[in-house]
């Protein structure tokens, strides 16, 4: 069974400054996404950013970006010039590509970012 | 919106009585999905579903039963509510063939 791991349950950042969260998973296939997923205290699940497994080339959206090492299963998450508004949860999870209907979003347990004025 | 409603948003119920969630999605996605939030557990999964009338466990499956009857419904019924279903409800829907998954916004279920 697939399996993702958040070794970090809390970090912290000054705002402006840069900060990496940390998500390394398991599995044995070789075509399958990788998401972050941001929950801050309204709850909602806001996907920040995903990746193919296929593709080489590390995914970016605006002050957000990953580094995806395949060969070593890490999926870190940058977030540059931090602000006040991305203290959340932030949730790395997986999702194999199999055929069938048996995909299914895999998470790890989540990193409390807060951001200090 | 993203076209997914959970109802109710919070509900406060008994141990032993049965409660139903409902996931409403207006997308017309093949994928649905429920999943518990707990902390210290993130999210796990507890049923899906790949199309009308087809669903299959996942790993926090006992204790919950699914059923979907139309496309737009996937309800979750937990038969007979105990403390330890006190958890954040999350429905995610998905198209076929896309591998991006939408979320509800969560039903708070409380068992007292």
């Known amino acids: 069974a697939q399996t993702v791991t958040q070794s970090q349950p809390e970090m912290s950042v000054q705002e402006a400054e840069t900060v990496t969260l940390s998500c390394t998973y398991d599995t044995s296939e070789s075509d399958y996404y990788l998401f972050w997923y941001k929950q801050p205290p309204s709850r909602q699940m806001i996907l920040v950013i995903r990746?193919?497994?296929?593709?080489?080339q590390n995914a970016t959206e605006n002050r957000f970006s990953v580094n995806f090492q395949k060969a070593a299963k890490s999926f870190s998450l940058k977030i540059s010039d931090s602000q006040l508004g991305d203290a959340a949860m932030y949730f790395c999870?997986?999702?194999?590509?199999?055929?069938?209907?048996?995909?299914?979003?895999?998470f790890g347990k989540g990193t409390k970012l807060t951001v200090n004025p | 919106d993203a076209g997914i409603t959970q109802s109710p948003r919070h509900k406060v119920t008994e141990t032993g009585t049965p409660v139903t969630l409902r996931c409403h999605q207006t997308?017309?996605?093949?994928?649905m999905y429920w999943y518990r939030q707990d902390p210290g557990h993130g999210l796990r999964l507890i049923h899906y579903s790949y199309g009308v009338k087809d669903t299959d466990k996942g790993e926090v499956s006992d204790g919950y039963s699914v059923s979907r009857s139309k496309t737009e419904d996937f309800l979750l019924t937990l038969e007979s509510a105990t403390s330890s279903q006190t958890s954040v409800y999350f429905c995610a829907i998905r198209p076929a063939g896309v591998y991006g998954y939408t979320f509800g916004s969560g039903t708070r279920l409380t068992v007292v």
């Open positions: 997308e017309n996605h093949r994928y």
């Open positions: 999870a997986y999702s194999h590509t199999a055929q069938g209907g048996s995909e299914k979003l895999v």
């Open positions: 990746q193919e497994a296929y593709k080489q």
